[in-house]
């Protein structure tokens, strides 16, 4: 059997038709959505970007030992598990970030790459940029966002070097990549089986798209301070354009991301014609997810961050997405309301691709739940990012439970991104007999919060203080959560739970 897993970026389970009432128009991801089992209680486990895509690949929970990082020595990955049963992989995706330096062994095993350039900071354009030429959306995003740029110019200088020529909608990276997944398939659905691997930065930042995507969720009237990438990495730029931006602004950001999405769709449309053309859904199981969700700015005065992937991961960007297609189980719109992590993705394609899950460490496979075996599968799931707090949700309550600032966080790796002059080596993590490098990365502190998870908001208000009985069992349930995935040491103490 064939297997396609479509990972999109950044994408908001709240704006999706196939998960409930909205604003936005997602026709082909719908028309997956009644053909699949749609999972209800689907969480992201480590974020942001590559830490997902490390759980995702290869099923290990990765935000207790280390951030953004390579793939380790002693990591499976899917597409070697792939080629170990037979199949053809392919790799087709516009996410710069693998040819990056700090993101190594992600594509590397497949048989083929195909790789879309240009989007955000891809280093895929040198030519100057005249300051006349620069439009007044791209001196937005310069005006926030303080962080690198790889011609010194200004984030939004360099991403519009990127795009000035984008002037078709067939040329941006999205609809790039799903035209040319839809061809790949045209030349290799013959293939005895095969593993596709097809993933899209977008509906990721920066929120640029071009009519009528533009326009389909506003009055139509730009803001005079129009910025499509606002900032949210760097918390001094992030309060900043907080602190100026009215909310119009704020709207007009958000219906940006809404055209994006809906212009995601429109072009994984393609995909799914190209199979229906070849009558593939008879012999391929396809899972449809993402690394993590969007806060979208809900709430703009509750968190630090509020429109990006960090701590303390409310339900906006740590509920994501989940909708797999079995052809020997057709869902036909079947929902499941097991709780579901991450994790269990890797193991659910290893199944599927031949293999028994055996080698996701802590990944557990919903075969069982798309078999109709069961309706339970976890008691919790674990979402975080490396060095901050964790997050624990269970099928009633979420506890963000936060970092002392007294305990030094400590990065593993064979190949770490950062260095200390008081690294150590040595074999630190449970099951693993390779040596590893011991980084100290900090002190950071961070609060704590309690949330209900019914009835459902997009602004949760911490109820902390009001529920302490909660709050010290949903604690007690994290240090064994801890304990389960093997987490280095020093965890419990750094996170106050000694």
Known sequence: MNTVVILLDSLNRHCLEAYGETVVCTPNL???GERAVVFDNHYAGSLPCMPARRELFTGRCEFLWRGWGHVEPWDGH???DAKAQGCTTQMITDHYHYWEHGAHGYFEPFDGVDF???HELDMSCTAPVAETELPDW???INRYRTGRSRNFQGQGTSYFANVRDWTDESAFSCAQTMSNAASWLDGNHAHESFFLWLEGVDPHEPH???EPYRSMYTSGRMPERFNCWPPYQNLADCQRFLNEANDEEIAWIRAQYFGKLTMVDQWLGRFFDAMD???LWDSTAVIVTTDHGH??????QRFPHPWGKQYPHPETHAHTPLMVWHPQYPGKGRRVNALTWAVDVHATAQELLGGAAKGSPHGRSLMPLLRGETAQHRDWVLTGTFGTGATLTTPEWTLAQGS??????YWYSTTPTRVTPDMTSGKFIPGVDIPQWRVPAGKPCCPSYLWRREPFTLTPESVLERFPDVAASMRDRLRAAIAEVGAPPETLARLGLV
């Not at 806060?295 to 703009?300: P, Q």
């Not at 002392?404 to 966080?409: I, K, L, W």
Request: glycine share 10%.
């Open 30 to 32: 719908r028309r997956f």
């Open 116 to 118: 879309v350039r240009g």
């Open 277 to 279: 053309r070849h009558g």
């Open 78 to 80: 899917l597409a070697r």
């Open 138 to 140: 791209a001196a937005a």
């Open 208 to 210: 640029f798209v071009p």
């Open 404 to 409: 002392t600032g007294t305990e030094t966080a």
């Open 295 to 300: 806060d979208l700015c809900y709430d703009r």
